[in-house]
């Protein structure tokens, strides 16, 4: 079958490892061990966690989102400087406000306005926008709109220095969270750079190996950033889900809807869509929850937006993100699994709004910019206070998967993506402390409303 095949062809990456430490690793080892190596470690990292759950929502950065975790000492602007180089003051700015943002890489090339130093001057988040709209981007959301995310954030790990991996929007950054990259092969190795299009008419299309038969995507040469070809939107590269079937480790993708998608990953791997794996695709993502109430959890979930309400994404006209996020930590919190598992909440892309922080550039198309993520587990490490704690260590979506190789016995950086270099997540944790009981978060009730915005997210 072709997943086998595939997995041939990734057997040498079990082999690929770069934790710290002074034992050896995969790495260093000659061939024929690499594989004794690999039984040696199936059984993990000596921690409790045995489920890790990856929430990802859609757009927005921490200047936005969490700009209430400045009082604990998170770093969090309040100001920001414009293309006209002023100081203008971040001002409230609904969740449900009526417009969306430019968050495709020619709009972070533009945001991020990249010095001949390599480094984002972060100014030119206004420079697109007529001048009617140039306010549009600085803005927070009002705290009473976010409270179940500051809860999170002061109670468990709030990361602040944590990265979209890659310089564009939903499509290829989903790639990203379950492959540590976008590669378009087997057509280019080089990154898909944005949604896919009409190759004739240039109009937005589905995203997926069910795409229409125009449909294509820009890719970039991440050494050169030079544009490469233009493939249809099917892939054959190694995932995540790949990994953990070798390991006999179950996962589930929670997705909104089957078929094409831009948040739609395992549907754009062409092994996975056709093959045996795809029952591991679940429809609708509130799945999750009856899952955990059924003792069904898998060792990985991926969760998506419970919809386009849910989903956090700028122009929906919702506050509603955060009482979809509170509804699957609390459910777990609630249940058996809370002791023994890792949520990892964190979201897509940019989606166009102001952050201060300049993002560290491995090469023409990565790190992106700032987005938020909050780690909420019983081993999650604590502050001074006993309570929640900031971590300033740099992450990337890699630095997800990478956690969730190590947790499941795959050497870290098996992928051979941006997992080789990403830091794990390991130091958010303290395995050695008694696991803390769940204090439920407080949020609206969820209740689903069956609407998506997975193909009207404009400039991804």
Not at 188 to 200: R, Y
Not at 261 to 269: E, R, V
Request: one cysteine or more.
């Amino acid at each position: 079958m072709l997943k086998y095949a595939v997995l041939l062809q990734f057997a040498l990456a079990i082999a690929v490892v770069s934790c710290a430490g002074p034992h050896q690793d995969a790495g260093s080892l000659p061939a024929a061990n690499a594989r004794a190596f690999a039984r040696s470690h199936r059984h993990g990292l000596p921690t409790p966690i045995q489920h890790v759950v990856i929430i990802f929502q859609e757009n927005r950065t921490p200047d936005y989102l969490f700009n209430g975790m400045l009082q604990y000492g998170a770093n969090i602007a309040t100001t920001a400087v414009n293309s006209k180089g002023q100081i203008v003051p971040l001002k409230p700015i609904s969740l449900a406000a009526p417009y969306d943002l430019g968050h495709g890489h020619k709009s972070f090339v533009s945001d991020c306005d990249m010095q001949p130093s390599s480094t984002c001057k972060m100014d030119g988040f206004d420079k697109a926008l007529p001048p009617q709209y140039a306010a549009r981007p600085f803005g927070y959301a009002p705290q009473s709109e976010v409270q179940p995310y500051l809860d999170m954030a002061t109670q468990y790990v709030f990361a602040d220095n944590a990265f979209q991996s890659n310089q564009a929007g939903s499509f290829p950054a989903h790639q990203y969270i379950i492959s540590g990259d976008a590669a378009g092969e087997p057509a280019t190795a080089d990154n898909v750079s944005s949604d896919p299009f009409n190759s004739k008419t240039g109009a937005k299309t589905p995203a997926g190996c069910d795409a229409p038969k125009l449909s294509v995507v820009d890719t970039i040469d991440p050494v050169s950033g030079s544009p490469g070809p233009t493939p249809f939107p099917c892939f054959e590269r190694p995932a995540l889900s790949d990994l953990l079937d070798s390991q006999h480790v179950s996962w589930r993708y929670y997705q909104s809807g089957l078929g094409p998608g831009l948040w739609h990953a395992p549907d754009a791997i062409s092994h996975i869509r056709y093959g045996p794996d795809y029952a591991d695709v679940i429809s609708p993502p509130e799945t999750i929850l009856s899952d955990i109430i059924k003792g069904n959890l898998p060792g990985v979930a991926w969760v998506m937006p419970a919809d386009g309400y849910h989903s956090d994404h700028s122009g929906n006209k919702s506050t509603a993100g955060p009482s979809w996020v509170a509804a699957v930590v609390n459910a777990i919190g609630r249940s058996g699994y809370w002791k023994n598992t890792a949520i990892i909440i964190t979201w897509d892309d940019w989606g166009g709004w102001y952050d201060h922080v300049p993002p560290q550039q491995f090469n023409s198309y990565e790190l992106g910019f700032r987005v938020p993520l909050v780690i909420v587990s019983p081993y999650a490490k604590q502050g001074a206070s006993r309570e929640g704690y900031i971590s300033h260590v740099q992450y990337e979506f890699g630095s997800i998967l990478a956690f969730a190789e190590e947790t499941f016995g795959i050497p870290k950086g098996s992928l051979g993506a941006t997992d080789v270099r990403a830091n794990d997540l390991s130091d958010a944790f303290d395995f050695t402390q008694s696991p803390r009981p769940f204090a439920t978060i407080s949020a609206p009730p969820f209740v689903p409303k069956g609407k998506t915005l997975s193909e009207e997210d404009p400039d991804n």
